[in-house]
């Protein structure tokens, strides 16, 4: 999906020149134009794809190698969601890519195919609903099961299991799709949409009371998920604060360790999905209503301008999604919190001051235990050569006393 809106009429009729684009869209779109050379259409396409499969892959080795390591700790949940989530942003990275390029290489769709459907636009557009569901019911059901992991860890080993967190994840890849193939009960349908390289709900054209219907649910769904998962990271993570407030100094928990790490990840997940998706899900959903009740009118370029950018920034949630999980790892984590530190520390003020003189007493502790073991180490072979000089006056006392 994420090179779903990166093309323009250029790169669905890349035989018609820019004048003849234009007029095409605004006979098409009302006056709207899309003014994008084919050869940038194409590298943009390619390096879009690219990003998005190396960003997946190198996510994806990552979190297979962390199960392998976690997988009887209080961590293999969430990093099964985590890896399942990954592999579904993948498989319709490189779905909907090779549909995208499919269009902008053969050029099949022309002006007369707008806001109409064929069997590639009702593939493309379940595509969308699908991979555009599961992340987001994913993100919910982890920021859900971290929740109760932190708040409640002990009915948490019990109420969380392997088996049930596959259950979990068969019924959302359902739901999902169950949701996707909706139009194939006449609940709703798919259509080609302004510049015609995409295809999604019909929100703006001919919208009937099953168009406004598949809109709201596919919506609705969506803002819940990720209101959910934002109410669930919410009070995560002030259980944590306070845990980590009413810690006693010097105690370290590794279980609160972990819990910190899977949060900061999932807090960066939730947020990208809500910055991404929001945008579409709210465009969609206030399109087809105005459209439904006839009161687009001469907005109507507004509107699929509007919802060319809702597509593009919801594209780049497959992109972004696995870099919270190569970024926001334990150990890169400490090294940003150390290099942090050095910082503070090198500029002066009073957390410089502050980390100076913890730097000092660490040191002057240090050369305090250093001397401790040198004087121990002295004594013990002062010790043992007072011993060896007692052994041999015993033995020469018994030798002359056999004389």
């Not at 022309?110 to 590639?120: K, V």
């Not at 790490?261 to 709210?282: A, F, H, K, N, R």
């Not at 870099?323 to 150990?331: C, E, G, K, P, T």
């Not at 400490?334 to 003020?349: F, P």
Request: aromatic fraction near 8%; proline fraction near 3%.
């Amino acid at each position: 999906m994420s090179a779903l809106s990166l093309l323009g009429p250029s790169a669905l009729l890349p035989g018609l020149d820019n004048s003849s684009v234009e007029e095409v869209g605004a006979s098409l779109q009302g006056n709207c134009s899309w003014g994008e050379t084919s050869t940038k259409g194409k590298v943009l396409v390619i390096l879009s794809m690219t990003l998005g499969i190396i960003s997946n892959t190198v996510a994806l080795f990552i979190l297979v190698n962390a199960y392998k390591t976690h997988r009887q700790g209080s961590k293999a949940t969430f990093l099964l969601f985590a890896t399942s989530l990954v592999v579904t942003d993948f498989i319709g990275h490189v779905v909907l890519g090779v549909l995208v390029l499919q269009l902008y290489f053969t050029g099949d769709v022309g002006p007369e195919h707008s806001d109409s459907s064929d069997g590639t636009c009702q593939f493309m557009g379940g595509c969308m609903v699908f991979f555009g569901l599961c992340p987001l019911f994913m993100g919910c059901a982890m920021a859900a099961e971290r929740c109760l992991g932190v708040t409640k860890p002990l009915p948490h080993k019990t109420i969380v299991t392997k088996s049930r967190s596959k259950v979990c994840l068969l019924l959302i890849w359902l739901a999902a799709l169950c949701v996707a193939l909706l139009p194939c009960l006449q609940l709703g349908s798919y259509t080609y949409q302004y510049p015609g390289t995409w295809c999604f709900i019909s929100v703006l054209h001919h919208t009937s009371q099953a168009d406004l219907a598949f809109v709201a649910l596919f919506s609705g769904l969506g803002l819940t998920a990720l209101s959910a998962a934002l109410l669930f990271n919410t009070v995560s993570v002030l259980k944590l604060v306070s845990a980590r407030l009413r810690k006693k100094p010097g105690f370290r928990h590794p279980a609160r360790s972990q819990d910190i790490e899977t949060v900061v990840q999932l807090v960066g997940v939730t947020v990208t999905s809500c910055i991404c998706w929001c945008p579409l899900l709210v465009i969609g959903l206030t399109s087809v209503i105005d459209s439904y009740n006839g009161s687009v009118g001469d907005k109507l370029c507004s509107y699929k301008s509007w919802m060319v950018i809702g597509v593009r920034m919801a594209t780049w949630n497959q992109i972004l999604d696995p870099w919270v999980y190569i970024l926001l790892r334990r150990s890169v984590l400490r090294k940003i919190y150390l290099i942090a530190k050095c910082q503070a520390g090198l500029h002066g003020g009073p957390l410089g001051e502050e980390l100076s003189a913890q730097r000092g007493h660490e040191q002057s502790q240090q050369s305090l235990r250093g001397d401790v073991q040198t004087r121990t180490l002295n004594d013990v072979s002062n010790v043992a050569s007072v011993t060896e000089e007692q052994s041999k006056s015993d033995s020469l006392e018994s030798q002359m006393f056999l004389f």
